[in-house]
């Protein structure tokens, strides 16, 4: 199962990290390409081969330890960066829900999911087992593009001495 997130915005721009190796890596598709390796290892086919290694999500435990997502590839390097940038908050709630699905018998799909937004959002929901098919979770990530600098994160200007606004 894919989950494919499109928005317009993203027709006909293009989103580059520099900083891969010197070479321009074409990031927007790098991210989409990590979310179908995500989602085809998550999937009803595939999870009992990650939950084989379940322990990697355990608590305390970095998010990109090269499971799914092969450490030392341009891929590997653009998701950490994308991590990096997450609130850990985030990250922590997403390997909990990872090895708390990976942890059910039998392991509980994930859908993953990413859509372009201001500041980061995390959305999940589950859809409960039923008799004749098993539930699974999907996780909507939203963020800025990934090589988007978030406004809070730049310096402010400091006001000149002297032009200070009126208080009231």
Do not use: C
Request: proline share 9%; no cysteine; hydrophobic share 40%.
């Amino acid at each position: 199962m894919m989950a494919y997130v499109l928005s317009g915005s993203v027709i006909g721009r293009q989103f580059y990290s520099t900083d891969l190796g010197g070479e321009r890596e074409f990031t927007m598709s790098g991210l989409q390409t990590i979310l179908a390796n995500l989602n085809i290892a998550f999937s009803r086919e595939n999870i009992e081969q990650i939950a084989a290694k379940r322990e990697a999500f355990a608590p305390g435990r970095p998010l990109a330890a090269g499971v799914v997502i092969r450490e030392g590839t341009r891929l590997h390097a653009l998701w950490v960066e994308y991590l990096a940038k997450m609130p850990a908050s985030f990250q922590e709630a997403l390997r909990s829900v990872v090895y708390h699905a990976l942890s059910t018998e039998p392991p509980t799909p994930i859908v993953f999911a990413w859509a372009p937004g201001y500041d980061y959002e995390f959305t999940m929901w589950y859809a409960p087992d039923t008799p004749p098919t098993k539930g699974g979770i999907t996780i909507l990530l939203k963020s800025r593009y990934p090589t988007d600098e978030h406004p809070a994160t730049k310096s402010a200007p400091s006001p000149k001495p002297g032009k200070r606004g009126k208080s009231r």
